[in-house]
């Protein structure tokens, strides 16, 4: 238990915890999410959470509304669980806090109100016994109790019933006492509250589950109350305490009026309520207490007092009709609400008050009346209903009322009325007629905003009107016909033909008899011809009027029994098949010729069927008549002209259309465009049928214009430039032009010339004439009509059978009108249609026979280009317009006029179908793209898309031996063969439709746009295999594919079966009908029965999925039927209707059948189509591979126009990717393009919308892959040279793509370009020099990357075939490919061996010439400077460090072979560039080898190394000949220091010591040497090979090969200290014997310092025989003019001393004392480092002279680092000497005075000086061999010694010996 207590409590204190920790939070913070926080706590801990709360509430007063919002949220998840104690706590701390009247604010009262609230959901009674607590009178309570207790009313009024007694009695007796207003407020609050708490109590009385309470009872205890705020507190002043007693009023008169006894005293204050509307408070309480009085009067039949009913209306209609004040929504509504409810208690009075307020001519007051007649209307209530008649009447009255908001508001009322369950006896049909009278005036005013709004009102009750409604029909039919044919109607008319439609449908149901019209009847009907006519105009328009032509359509078939009995049954066929041509089109879509087509087709049909000459007679004349009901122009009217010529082709009565030509050509005001442009249609249209009628006709008019005179010159001028003889003449040559358009075929040729064009240039001569004068045609007029005239009359002849045989003898004058219109045109404007309507005529005339030459074409074409490509851009052609609307009609000439451009030049490629044509026209066009203004480039890109379209689709396609022919119209046999059963457009259609279109709704049912059928109609008859099916919508080639079943000749089920078809369909039972079918389909042909089969097939799959696509067998065979199950011609046509439904059911069943067989096997023919098109799919390389026929210019081609793919206009670009397209489709003919077109769609959008130049150039890219898939390599030559001439003159963005297509193409078909390798190179090469701009230039150097990538060798050797020395354009190349990470390392492996294949092909040479040894081999340097190049480019030095051993050897040797030599001769192609090339012959290439070989130290991550060697001034040693060895050593010993020598490079080098080239030798011996003081020799036991070769090398005619041998084997004591003794003899005899050379002194030097090295490493013992050997030539040497010499002898003599020991030390003595002069004259030799090494030697040596007495001195002066002395110390020694021992003193004046002949300057004055000395301490009389004549003599000699200082110190001494002697002497 006690483990059960501390598991509570840790539990407890975790809550608390938790919560308290989100409380501190809570004034930063989200306090809902801290709330939500808290509250999912509480759903399982949801007492102790109450407890941290009451416990914060108490604690935390700053954040007390915040807490009692946490526990508000807290308390409702609370479903009565919470302990009765903590309840308490919660009552009682809220409602000490909502009574504080100190410390707590009104928020926080207002929480702890809103938190009771909430806790009483579950604890009523503890809530509201804390509230009646404080209700004890005669203490008044606090507010906020009130307030809480009226709170609780709104919350649970059922809960409060109980309590209602004794708080309203408690509440009585406290209400004298109140005296505050803010508390009177808080009362009538709660008094509001409980009223409403009792109402709803009321009106709920069934579910209370208490003890009901009386309702009478109920209400006596709100009188009390009531009768006391009435009495007392409606004098108060406060508006807001005003405010609550009206709204407590309401709730409480409502109550009260229940009960009859208190009925006059709630009407009493029923006045004081309505004063408040003019007191300045809120009225809107005012009308919602109003508004609950009045609902419970009407509601219990309680009539209100005479006097305060009209008081009431008044009062009401006052406030609507306000403008003071205006009304809130909510306010109105309430105010119409009160009416409606008076129209309960007493309708007839209030009709008449508001019929009254209507005759007041105030629009305010009549539009508030009108509104409230609608209301009440509207509500349709019972006591309202027989009230109509008088409604309708008072409306009526304001019918004469003009004004706008009136007549808005009359409109309101009608279509509420019209929009009842019953029109019945209301006048209903004044209403609607009163509509269309508003809709007809508002007609006229339309330019005024409101007129606008009237008719759209009126058309939307019309809209509204439902014919279903009792009542509707009688008030209708037929009477809506008056307004179909009148055309102020015609907004209506949507409407109205549905009403119209839905009424007729209702007659015929009723009867045939109930259906017809009565013409003769009071109601004045329009004739049949009038309805056919009005609905047929409606109908040309299909989508005006929110699409009135279908409804015109349908109302035509409703009433085609009143039109005419014989059209009934083809109607019901024809027009459901034109809505549903309407319903698959839009607005946009919809081809209005076709449809227009469509219509007289219809209307001509009819007409025939009438076949009655008056009908179609007097249709004419209805037709002529309702033309004035249309404005002009307008598309209305114009069809009434077409309507009118088709009603006179059909009309029999030759007389009457001879009448009505005359009128129509007499009558026609020629002035009027529409007028023209009708008379045109008509008179085209009649010569369908009656070509001789209508060309007599045009003679005979034609003839009476030209006899028209016209007095005066100035008149005659005017009338040629604008009058109407000007325009009679051109309507009648644009009437003979269409005439030959209509004229039956059969006929035309025999009449097209004599008869039309003939005339046509008779009218244009005499139009260009004045006074008989020809005269410059400038009538843009007069040149459009002529150029229509041409297409129309081309177009004509083309269409006849014999078109290809008719010679036109008018074609070239015609071309040449043409060709003068197109030259007379401006290039700095584009201001008429000529331009672009010559050139399209050009086209058309070029089709005719005779043909053009080729010149002709080419000069036609040119000035075709000339006229259309300079013209400005069209953005500027549209700036210089004045209106949007001039700039839309320049925007549509440009369009057409490329165009136009576009379809000459596809004409002239297609009647001269060859490659050398195709080829003088692009020669014409890319003329163009060099051009620097962007749109000229446009437009030539864009005819050049049109080109290659052309030449695509002809010239290309005549080389393709599988060409398909005309796909259309044609038997199936001619499709079809042994290995295609089935047509391949077959095929191909339903394949595309299979899988893109299963799922489609409507598939088959809804149609596809016309000119894009036709487009694809085309493509496909043209050239089945490149259509692209993807461009056209899915419903495009389904409408294609049904076109192509209905143009076969002889239909699928064809026409000799049809009848048995049809008596197999008459079998009666199901299973013999299927039978019967399929044993006629057995009889089909193999042809006919495999596409038959197929299509079934595919409708099964289609039928399938009906559930998405909408699409069932019986929807499919509605469609299918008409196109493979058709009726021969011959068929009687009544006959082919009856028989639709048969055809419909026959197809349905075959479908159906084959759905049941066919469901098993889907999923296996899924499966197999799937393998099929997966197996069809091949890899890009494979399609590249293939042997085809290439199109030889695909590459010249793709690199002219492909860098335009980034022009900086986005229609040039899309010009572009058409023409790489249409290229690709050239080149792609052999194969199938297969997943490139996809690619190439998306490409096309990103190329267009491409954001930046990024995206531009990423989209480039990628079609640049999509082209490299068909790309020729052997046309890579062509392409590069064509794309670097691109990146030459095209903008930068271009070159930039350019260089991108370059790469792309490179990179993706370069491997197959082995052999175009040094030509694609050399094109680069030669465009460095022009390209160098960075970014272009970069693509240049990419370029050839990309091709090393493929060909690597083949282009190394190209680069290397330059001249040297590398100019900067071959190294950047270089240098590219060293920067490519791919590439470094093979780059410099094929350099590596380029040099040794070299190397071992020059060393093989026997004979070569002197000149040729001292030129440096050419690709060796070469590669070398390569070498240099690509390192240096190189962003890591891994590929170099990997090389090294392979590298450092190479270019080791090549420095050495190069030292010394010269430039190689360059190789001169030319004698012109001679010159050029002399400056290659400098240079030095060892230099080049230098630099090489530092650049990959360098690279090979040693800079250290190479500052090393660069401060050592290695390479400037490497590069001199005399220096070269030193360098090498230099080189060598830096590498050591680094570990960079390797055995490999060790085992290269080693050959070369024993190459007969002296260079190698030099460099190897020094490597060598150099590698002796290295340990790895003796680590790789290579040291004894190495002291062979030494050996050997010692001995070589090169002397600076002997030093460095010399060298090595001294090095051998830092190499291999430890085997100097085990070589000593060995080394001593060799190192020896070099003392010896007579040839160099700098073999001797070298020896001797080797020698000091070794000799280090030895004793005594270890020299032997050779000490006196060694100690003599050393001696040899003290005097030597070489410093290095003397110094490196003194050393080695010191070392000798050092060495001496026992057995050499008498001689060694002996050696000294014939030495040691010299030394100590040395003391002052003139090299420092001599002196130097002197000081040290004669320290040595000094000991050896036993001379122990003066050793003191000699180590004073010798043995610190003090500065030496020497004439100090030599008068030390000559003192001593003088003093102990004279022989020796004799020796050193001897030799001193055998020094005065030294060549030495120095040693001279050294030597006098020293003579100085001696003579000074010594004693002259007794030392004899002293001889001072002789001194004297050879100080004489001295004085004459050429220095200056030896003549000094020599005449000083003689001034000293002879002291009376001058100096002079």
Request: glycine share 4%; with cysteine; hydrophobic share 40%.
């Given at each position: 238990m006690n483990n059960l207590v501390s598991e509570q409590e840790v539990t407890e204190r975790g809550v608390y915890n938790e919560v308290v920790s989100l409380l501190v939070h809570i004034a930063d913070q989200d306090k809902d999410r801290i709330a939500l926080r808290i509250a999912s706590i509480a759903k399982t801990k949801l007492a102790s959470v109450v407890r941290v709360l009451l416990e914060k509430l108490q604690q935390d007063k700053q954040n007390r509304v915040a807490i009692y919002y946490i526990l508000?949220?807290?308390?409702?998840?609370?479903?009565?669980?919470?302990?009765?104690?903590?309840?308490?706590?919660?009552?009682?701390?809220?409602?000490?806090?909502?009574?504080?009247?100190?410390?707590?604010?009104?928020?926080?009262?207002?929480?702890?109100?809103?938190?009771?609230?909430?806790?009483?959901?579950?604890?009523?009674?503890?809530?509201?016994?804390?509230?009646?607590?404080?209700?004890?009178?005669?203490?008044?309570?606090?507010?906020?109790?009130?307030?809480?207790?009226?709170?609780?009313?709104?919350?649970?009024?059922?809960?409060?019933?109980?309590?209602?007694?004794?708080?309203?009695?408690?509440?009585?007796?406290?209400?004298?006492?109140?005296?505050?207003?803010?508390?009177?407020?808080?009362?009538?609050?709660?008094?509001?509250?409980?009223?409403?708490?009792?109402?709803?109590?009321?009106?709920?009385?069934?579910?209370?589950?208490?003890?009901?309470?009386?309702?009478?009872?109920?209400?006596?205890?709100?009188?009390?109350?009531?009768?006391?705020?009435?009495?007392?507190?409606?004098?108060?002043?406060?508006?807001?305490?005003?405010?609550?007693?009206?709204?407590?009023?309401?709730?409480?008169?409502?109550?009260?009026?229940?009960?009859?006894?208190?009925?006059?005293?709630?009407?009493?204050?029923l006045s004081w309520l309505l004063e408040q509307y003019n007191e300045n408070t809120d009225v809107f309480h005012v009308t919602k207490s109003l508004s609950q009085l009045l609902e419970v009067s009407g509601e219990y039949k309680i009539p209100l007092p005479d006097g305060k009913f009209q008081a009431i209306c008044s009062a009401l209609h006052n406030q609507i009709c306000s403008q003071a004040r205006p009304l809130s929504m909510e306010n109105h509504t309430e105010l119409v609400h009160c009416v409606?409810?008076?129209?309960?208690?007493?309708?007839?009075?209030?009709?008449?008050?508001?019929?009254?307020?209507?005759?007041?001519?105030?629009?305010?007051?009549?539009?508030?009346?009108?509104?409230?007649?609608?209301?009440?209307?509207?509500?349709?209530?019972?006591?309202?209903?027989?009230?109509?008649?008088?409604?309708?009447?008072?409306?009526?009255?304001?019918?004469?009322?003009?004004?706008?908001?009136?007549?808005?508001?009359?409109?309101?009322?009608?279509?509420?009325?019209?929009?009842?369950?019953?029109?019945?006896?209301?006048?209903?049909?004044?209403m609607v007629a009163h509509v269309f009278t508003e809709f007809s005036v508002s007609t006229s005013k339309l330019a005024i905003p409101e007129e606008n709004t009237i008719q759209t009102l009126c058309t939307d009750i019309l809209q509204c009107l439902d014919t279903s409604v009792t009542g509707m029909t009688q008030v209708l039919w037929p009477r809506l016909l008056e307004y179909v044919v009148p055309a102020q109607y015609t907004g209506t008319l949507k409407p109205l033909c549905r009403c119209l439609r839905e009424l007729a449908e209702k007659k015929?149901?009723?009867?045939?008899?109930?259906?017809?019209?009565?013409?003769?009847?009071?109601?004045?009907?329009?004739?049949?011809?009038?309805?056919?006519?009005?609905?047929?105009?409606?109908?040309?328009?299909?989508?005006?009027?929110?699409?009135?032509?279908?409804?015109?359509?349908?109302?035509?078939?409703?009433?085609?029994?009143?039109?005419?009995?014989?059209?009934?049954?083809?109607?019901?066929?024809?027009?459901?098949?034109?809505?549903?041509?309407?319903?698959?089109?839009?607005?946009?879509?919809?081809?209005?010729?076709?449809?227009?087509?469509?219509?007289?087709?219809?209307?001509?049909?009819?007409?025939?069927?009438?076949?009655?000459?008056?009908?179609?007679?007097?249709?004419?004349?209805?037709?002529?008549?309702?033309?004035?009901?249309?404005?002009?122009?307008?598309?209305?009217?114009?069809?009434?002209?077409?309507?009118l010529g088709t009603s006179l082709?059909?009309?029999?009565?030759?007389?009457?259309?001879?009448?009505?030509?005359?009128?129509?050509?007499?009558?026609?005001?020629?002035?009027?465009?529409?007028?023209?442009?009708?008379?045109?249609?008509?008179?085209?249209?009649?010569?369908?049928?009656?070509?001789?009628?209508?060309?007599?006709?045009?003679?005979?008019?034609?003839?009476?214009?030209?006899?028209?005179?016209?007095?005066?010159?100035?008149?005659?001028?005017?009338?040629?430039?604008?009058?109407?003889?000007?325009?009679?003449?051109?309507?009648?040559?644009?009437?003979?032009?269409?005439?030959?358009?209509?004229?039956?075929?059969?006929?035309?040729?025999?009449?097209?010339?004599?008869?039309?064009?003939?005339?046509?240039?008779?009218?244009?001569?005499?139009?260009?004439?004045?006074?008989?004068?020809?005269?410059?045609?400038?009538?843009?007029?007069?040149?459009?009509?002529?150029?229509?005239?041409?297409?129309?009359?081309?177009?004509a002849i083309l269409e006849t059978r014999d078109s290809q045989e008719f010679e036109f003898s008018y074609k070239l004058e015609l071309l040449g009108y043409m060709l003068d219109f197109i030259k007379t045109e401006p290039l700095d404007s584009l201001t008429s249609p000529v331009r672009y309507k010559a050139v399209l005529a050009i086209g058309h005339l070029s089709k005719l026979k005779p043909s053009l030459t080729m010149e002709e074409n080419r000069e036609l074409l040119g000035q075709c280009f000339k006229s259309l490509f300079p013209l400005p851009p069209l953005e500027k052609l549209k700036e210089e317009c004045e209106t949007a609307k001039d700039a839309l009609h320049i925007q549509s000439l440009y369009v057409r006029s490329l165009e136009a451009l576009g379809k000459l030049v596809e004409t002239l490629l297609e009647e001269e179908p060859t490659a050398d044509w195709f080829q003088e026209m692009f020669d014409l066009l890319r003329t163009w793209f060099s051009s620097g203004k962007e749109w000229e480039r446009e437009r030539a890109l864009q005819a050049s898309t049109q080109l290659l379209t052309a030449y695509l689709g002809t010239v290309h396609s005549t080389y393709d031996p599988e060409l398909s022919s005309r796909q259309f119209g044609v038997e199936l046999s001619r499709l079809t063969n042994e290995e295609q059963a089935v047509p391949l457009v077959v095929e191909k259609l339903i394949n595309y439709i299979e899988m893109h279109g299963l799922y489609t709704e409507g598939i088959y049912r809804k149609s596809g746009s016309t000119s894009k059928i036709k487009e694809l109609r085309q493509g496909l008859d043209t050239d089945i295999d490149n259509v692209n099916l993807d461009d056209y919508n899915i419903h495009v080639i389904a409408s294609v594919f049904k076109q192509w079943l209905r143009d076969l000749p002889n239909p699928l089920m064809t026409f000799e079966l049809y009848e048995e078809f049809l008596r197999a369909m008459g079998l009666q039972e199901r299973k013999e009908t299927i039978r019967g079918v399929y044993s006629v389909i057995d009889q089909l042909s193999r042809t006919h029965l495999s596409t038959l089969e197929r299509l079934i097939f595919h409708l099964v799959r289609i039928a399938l999925q009906e559930e998405t696509n909408r699409m069932s067998a019986n929807a499919l065979a509605i469609v299918f039927a008409p196109c493979i199950l058709r009726c021969p011609d011959t068929t009687d046509p009544l006959q082919s209707v009856q028989d639709i439904s048969k055809t419909i059911t026959c197809v349905e069943l075959i479908v159906v059948e084959q759905m049941n067989k066919y469901r098993a096997r889907l999923k296996d023919i899924n499966s197999l189509e799937f393998a099929e098109n997966k197996a069809k799919s091949r890899p890009s390389l494979i399609r590249r591979s293939m042997?085809?026929?290439?199109?030889?210019?695909?590459?010249?081609?793709?690199?002219?126009?492909?860098?335009?793919?980034?022009?900086?206009?986005?229609?040039?670009?899309?010009?572009?990717?058409?023409?790489?397209?249409?290229?690709?489709?050239?080149?792609?003919?052999?194969?199938?393009?297969?997943?490139?077109?996809?690619?190439?769609?998306?490409?096309?959008?990103?190329?267009?919308?491409?954001?930046?130049?990024?995206?531009?150039?990423?989209?480039?890219?990628?079609?640049?892959?999509?082209?490299?898939?068909?790309?020729?390599?052997?046309?890579?030559?062509?392409?590069?040279?064509?794309?670097?001439?691109?990146?030459?003159?095209?903008?930068?963005?271009?070159?930039?793509?350019?260089?991108?297509?370059?790469?792309?193409?490179?990179?993706?078909?370069?491997?197959?370009?082995?052999?175009?390798?040094?030509?694609?190179?050399?094109?680069?090469?030669?465009?460095?020099?022009?390209?160098?701009?960075?970014?272009?230039?970069?693509?240049?150097?990419?370029?050839?990357?990309?091709?090393?990538?493929?060909?690597?060798?083949?282009?190394?050797?190209?680069?290397?075939?330059?001249?040297?020395?590398?100019?900067?354009?071959?190294?950047?190349?270089?240098?590219?490919?060293?920067?490519?990470?791919?590439?470094?390392?093979?780059?410099?492996?094929?350099?590596?061996?380029?040099?040794?294949?070299?190397?071992?092909?020059?060393?093989?040479?026997?004979?070569?010439?002197?000149?040729?040894?001292?030129?440096a081999a050419a690709e060796p340097l070469s590669a070398t400077c390569a070498i240099f190049e690509v390192v240096s480019a190189q962003q890591s030095s891994k590929a170099v460090q990997e090389l090294l051993p392979e590298l450092f050897p190479v270019l080791l040797q090549q420095v050495s072979r190069t030292s010394g030599q010269k430039m190689p001769l360059p190789r001169i192609s030319s004698w012109s560039l001679f010159q050029k090339d002399q400056q290659h012959t400098e240079g030095n290439p060892c230099r080049f080898s230098v630099q090489a070989l530092e650049s990959v130290l360098s690279k090979a991550g040693n800079e250290r190394l190479v500052r090393v060697l660069r401060t050592q001034k290695?390479?400037?040693?490497?590069?001199?000949?005399?220096?070269?060895?030193?360098?090498?050593?230099?080189?060598?010993?830096?590498?050591?220091?680094?570990?960079?020598?390797?055995?490999?490079?060790?085992?290269?080098?080693?050959?070369?010591?024993?190459?007969?080239?002296?260079?190698?030798?030099?460099?190897?011996t020094a490597f060598l040497a150099q590698l002796m003081t290295d340990p790895m020799l003796r680590e790789k036991k290579?040291?004894?090979?190495?002291?062979?070769?030494?050996?050997?090398?010692?001995?070589?005619?090169?002397?600076?090969?002997?030093?460095?041998?010399?060298?090595?084997?001294?090095?051998?004591?830092?190499?291999?200290?430890?085997?100097?003794?085990?070589?000593?003899?060995?080394?001593?005899?060799?190192?020896?014997?070099?003392?010896?050379?007579?040839?160099?002194?700098?073999?001797?030097?070298?020896?001797?310092?080797?020698?000091?090295?070794?000799?280090?490493?030895?004793?005594?013992?270890?020299?032997?025989?050779?000490?006196?050997?060694?100690?003599?030539?050393?001696?040899?040497?003290?005097?030597?003019?070489?410093?290095?010499?003397?110094?490196?002898?003194?050393?080695?003599?010191?070392?000798?001393?050092?060495?001496?020991?026992?057995?050499w030390k008498a001689y060694f003595a002996e050696q000294v004392r014939k030495s040691w002069v010299i030394l100590l004259l040395h003391l002052q030799d003139p090299s420092p480092e001599v002196s130097m090494e002197c000081r040290a030697t004669f320290h040595l040596c000094f000991p050896f002279l036993g001379l122990k007495r003066l050793q003191h001195a000699i180590n004073k002066h010798l043995?610190?680092?003090?500065?030496?002395?020497?004439?100090?110390?030599?008068?030390?020694?000559?003192?001593?000497?003088?003093?102990e021992n004279a022989e020796l003193l004799k020796n050193l004046y001897s030799t001193t005075i055998a020094s005065f002949s030294s060549s030495w300057e120095g040693i001279r004055a050294g030597a006098a000086n020293l003579a100085g000395i001696i003579l000074e301490h010594t004693d002259t009389q007794r030392v004899k061999w002293l001889d001072l004549e002789h001194l004297l003599m050879s100080l004489r000699v001295l004085e004459k010694d050429p220095s200056p200082t030896v003549q000094l110190v020599a005449t000083e001494l003689i001034s000293d010996i002879c002291p009376g002697r001058a100096l002079g002497e």
């Open positions: 508000e949220g807290v308390l409702q998840q609370d479903t009565g669980g919470l302990e009765i104690r903590l309840v308490k706590n919660i009552v009682s701390l809220a409602s000490d806090q909502m009574r504080e009247t100190q410390e707590a604010t009104n928020e926080v009262k207002v929480a702890a109100s809103n938190t009771l609230v909430t806790l009483a959901s579950c604890y009523f009674d503890h809530v509201m016994y804390e509230l009646r607590c404080h209700l004890k009178p005669p203490k008044l309570p606090e507010e906020f109790i009130l307030v809480t207790l009226g709170n609780l009313s709104s919350a649970y009024a059922r809960k409060c019933i109980p309590f209602v007694r004794v708080t309203l009695n408690t509440m009585f007796s406290m209400l004298e006492f109140v005296k505050d207003g803010r508390l009177r407020q808080a009362f009538c609050g709660v008094l509001e509250q409980w009223s409403r708490a009792v109402r709803l109590f009321l009106a709920n009385w069934e579910k209370c589950s208490f003890p009901k309470v009386g309702q009478l009872r109920l209400c006596n205890h709100f009188l009390p109350v009531y009768t006391h705020v009435t009495s007392n507190w409606l004098t108060c002043e406060e508006p807001e305490l005003k405010q609550a007693i009206i709204k407590a009023l309401g709730p409480m008169m409502s109550l009260l009026l229940h009960k009859e006894e208190y009925q006059d005293q709630i009407f009493e204050h409606v409810q008076l129209a309960r208690s007493s309708p007839d009075d209030l009709i008449a008050f508001l019929h009254s307020q209507l005759e007041i001519e105030n629009e305010a007051v009549r539009v508030a009346s009108l509104n409230l007649l609608r209301a009440i209307v509207g509500a349709d209530l019972p006591e309202t209903r027989p009230k109509k008649c008088l409604i309708v009447k008072a409306v009526k009255s304001t019918f004469s009322d003009q004004n706008a908001t009136v007549r808005k508001a009359v409109l309101h009322f009608i279509q509420r009325l019209l929009s009842l369950q019953s029109v019945e006896n209301c006048a209903a049909w004044d015929q149901q009723e009867g045939e008899e109930a259906a017809c019209l009565d013409y003769g009847g009071p109601v004045k009907l329009p004739t049949p011809q009038g309805l056919l006519a009005r609905l047929l105009v409606v109908a040309s328009s299909p989508y005006a009027g929110e699409g009135h032509g279908c409804a015109a359509l349908q109302l035509l078939q409703a009433l085609h029994q009143n039109i005419h009995a014989a059209v009934g049954e083809m109607w019901v066929v024809k027009i459901p098949s034109l809505l549903q041509y309407i319903e698959g089109n839009t607005e946009n879509s919809l081809d209005h010729v076709q449809w227009e087509h469509m219509l007289l087709q219809f209307l001509r049909t009819s007409l025939g069927m009438i076949d009655d000459s008056a009908w179609s007679s007097q249709m004419s004349l209805e037709l002529n008549q309702q033309m004035a009901s249309y404005a002009s122009p307008s598309l209305e009217k114009c069809f009434l002209y077409k309507a082709a059909v009309c029999q009565d030759r007389v009457h259309v001879k009448s009505q030509l005359h009128q129509f050509l007499t009558a026609t005001d020629y002035m009027e465009a529409p007028e023209r442009q009708g008379v045109i249609s008509i008179l085209a249209l009649s010569a369908e049928s009656h070509l001789d009628l209508t060309l007599n006709a045009l003679q005979e008019f034609g003839a009476t214009v030209s006899k028209v005179t016209i007095p005066g010159f100035i008149s005659r001028q005017k009338d040629y430039h604008h009058g109407r003889r000007g325009q009679t003449r051109s309507t009648l040559m644009l009437t003979y032009s269409s005439v030959a358009v209509h004229a039956p075929k059969d006929q035309l040729l025999s009449r097209v010339e004599a008869d039309i064009t003939k005339n046509i240039l008779l009218h244009y001569r005499a139009s260009c004439q004045v006074l008989g004068i020809t005269v410059a045609n400038k009538d843009m007029n007069l040149k459009l009509t002529l150029i229509q005239n041409v297409m129309e009359i081309s177009c042997t085809q026929e290439t199109f030889h210019q695909f590459g010249s081609l793709i690199g002219a126009i492909a860098p335009y793919s980034c022009d900086s206009l986005a229609t040039s670009r899309q010009w572009v990717f058409d023409c790489i397209s249409c290229l690709l489709c050239i080149q792609g003919q052999p194969m199938n393009l297969g997943s490139a077109e996809e690619e190439l769609r998306c490409l096309r959008e990103e190329l267009t919308a491409a954001p930046d130049p990024e995206a531009l150039f990423q989209a480039s890219s990628k079609m640049a892959r999509v082209v490299s898939e068909y790309f020729p390599p052997e046309q890579a030559t062509a392409f590069i040279e064509a794309t670097v001439e691109s990146m030459l003159s095209a903008s930068p963005t271009c070159a930039t793509a350019a260089g991108l297509w370059m790469k792309v193409i490179l990179k993706e078909c370069g491997d197959a370009m082995l052999d175009k390798v040094p030509a694609i190179v050399d094109i680069i090469y030669s465009h460095m020099a022009t390209i160098q701009e960075g970014s272009l230039r970069q693509f240049l150097l990419e370029a050839v990357s990309i091709l090393a990538h493929h060909h690597l060798e083949a282009v190394i050797s190209s680069l290397l075939s330059n001249h040297l020395p590398m100019d900067s354009y071959t190294s950047e190349l270089w240098r590219s490919l060293g920067g490519d990470p791919l590439l470094a390392t093979q780059v410099l492996q094929v350099l590596i061996e380029k040099i040794k294949t070299s190397t071992s092909q020059e060393e093989s040479i026997t004979s070569e010439t002197e000149t040729d040894r001292h030129l290695t390479w400037i040693l490497l590069e001199n000949p005399q220096t070269h060895h030193e360098g090498v050593c230099l080189l060598v010993s830096g590498l050591l220091r680094f570990g960079l020598i390797t055995l490999e490079i060790i085992q290269s080098l080693l050959p070369w010591v024993n190459s007969p080239m002296e260079n190698f030798r030099v460099t190897g290579l040291l004894k090979s190495v002291l062979r070769i030494l050996e050997e090398r010692s001995q070589d005619r090169n002397s600076i090969v002997r030093q460095m041998a010399v060298r090595g084997l001294g090095n051998i004591v830092d190499g291999a200290p430890v085997k100097v003794k085990k070589y000593k003899k060995f080394l001593l005899d060799i190192l020896i014997g070099a003392l010896h050379d007579v040839f160099s002194s700098e073999v001797i030097g070298e020896s001797m310092k080797a020698l000091a090295k070794v000799l280090k490493e030895l004793k005594e013992k270890d020299i032997g025989s050779s000490f006196k050997d060694l100690t003599e030539q050393i001696r040899a040497y003290f005097d030597d003019e070489n410093d290095g010499l003397r110094s490196v002898a003194f050393v080695l003599f010191g070392i000798l001393a050092q060495l001496t020991k026992k057995k043995g610190g680092r003090a500065e030496l002395k020497p004439e100090e110390l030599q008068v030390d020694i000559c003192r001593h000497l003088a003093k």
